[in-house]
């Protein structure tokens, strides 16, 4: 789910609910005349083109409107695999010509709105529902029908596009015309559905592998990996700043708590310190027990951008964890043993390999390269010197103004595995 989500107005949405993206093309995206032929005929043939779920649904409703189908109101709701979100909707209405994009948290799922309303049956028991919004028994069956009724609409329907998983994919409709939904070969129609639901499926899964791709290996190395990528050996040399952060006391920390609790503090620490590498364009390849290790593409970002970005999102990742001390969030343990939380970021500058190393069977799309190693001495430097943020000369000499300016010179010191000393900073 993006990190920042969208104003819904002039719509609006319950708690829990976010809006991702909006389409208001309009009528204009299909032809002003079709027939059930020719809606069937473009999903046989160009809806296959179109890699955007929201836009291959915006298009079909207008085909249908064109069709003459009745439909003034439509929505679509799949479920998903993902760390954050349980389903995506999408929403079609042709009075205000909005198609929109939303997602659902866990939370949204015990939320009264969804739970009394008839699309829960639908994707919860597989039931296919039906309302006459113009009679007082349809009108009550649900506060979302009443709702629908005030509005203008005078029949809903809504039903099930698969019987996989937990919840099922469903889609409801909604019309305006008196008397409701217009009398049309409804096998005809389902076969509509039924096709439209095929494509949803292998978007879904298309969108699934990308979210595992990315929550496991990054949004840039996962892209690498759909696109082929797979290969022992595959990859290429990148200059990036490397990012290196360690939990200070991690060891004696295990010791007093028991596995959730440290689990909990873990989590905690990994969500600020990835939250800020993330917002400042950083990649992250791997937690490494207590530690995280990113990088800032040079190539992507550029040179002076890349060392300012990691330089501001350690500092960035420093504060989060001051805040956590300050104000630590519920179900975290007894601060009494694990506060202060204390931790030293490492950052260096140089040329890594960027790709898949491992056995023949079993690979990790990581970064290698004496760059990598040296960014880890220089982390470990932090404790000794009684610094939280250290940096090497090369990611001073790229940053901008004042970032620049700003230092505290430390010395040269001798990293292990390298054969001068090194220049370092304090930021």
Known sequence: MNRHVLDPAPRSYVNNIYLLARSNRGPECAPAEQSLEDVHDWLLHDATRIDNVMLMFEEFMWRCKAADLGIDRCTLHVGTLHPRVVGFSWVWNSQDQLCDEIAADANALNQASFTRNPLYKVMKEGET??????????????????????????????????????????????????????????????????????????????????????????????????????????????????????????????????????????????????????????????????????????????????????????????????????????????????????????????????????????????????????????????KPLGRELLLTAPVREALSGDLQTNLNAMGDHALRGVGKPVAIFAA
């Open 129 to 382: 529902i039906k309302a006459d919004l113009e009679s007082e028994e349809g009108r009550n069956s649900a506060p979302l029908m009443a709702e629908l009724a005030e509005q203008g609409y005078t029949a809903y329907a809504a039903m099930p596009l698969s019987a996989s998983g937990e919840m099922r994919n469903a889609m409801t409709f909604a019309t305006k015309r008196p008397g409701g939904f217009p009398t049309m070969d409804k096998n005809r129609i389902r076969s509509l559905i039924d096709l439209l639901a095929l494509h949803v499926e292998r978007h879904i899964v298309q969108r699934i592998a990308r979210t595992v791709a990315d929550t496991y290996l990054g949004p840039i190395a996962g892209q690498r990996v759909l696109d082929g990528e797979i290969r022992r050996g595959d990859g290429e040399a990148i200059k990036a700043v490397v990012f290196m952060s360690d939990m200070r006391g991690f060891t004696q920390l295990a010791d007093r708590l028991s596995g959730p609790e440290v689990t909990a503090i873990l989590n905690a620490y990994f969500d600020r310190v990835s939250s800020a590498v993330l917002e400042h364009g950083g990649d992250i390849l791997k937690f490494m027990g207590d530690g995280v290790l990113a990088v800032f593409d040079q190539q992507a970002l550029g040179e002076a951008a890349a060392a300012n970005a990691a330089l501001k999102a350690s500092r960035a990742a420093l504060a989060a964890i001051d805040d956590l001390n300050d104000a630590p969030p519920d179900g975290l343990p007894d601060p009494a043993f694990w506060q202060p939380l204390k931790i030293g970021i490492g950052l260096h500058r140089g040329e890594v390999f960027f790709g898949n190393v491992g056995g023949e069977e079993r690979l990790d799309f990581t970064v290698i390269g004496r760059a990598v190693n040296e960014t880890s001495r220089v982390e470990s430097l932090c």
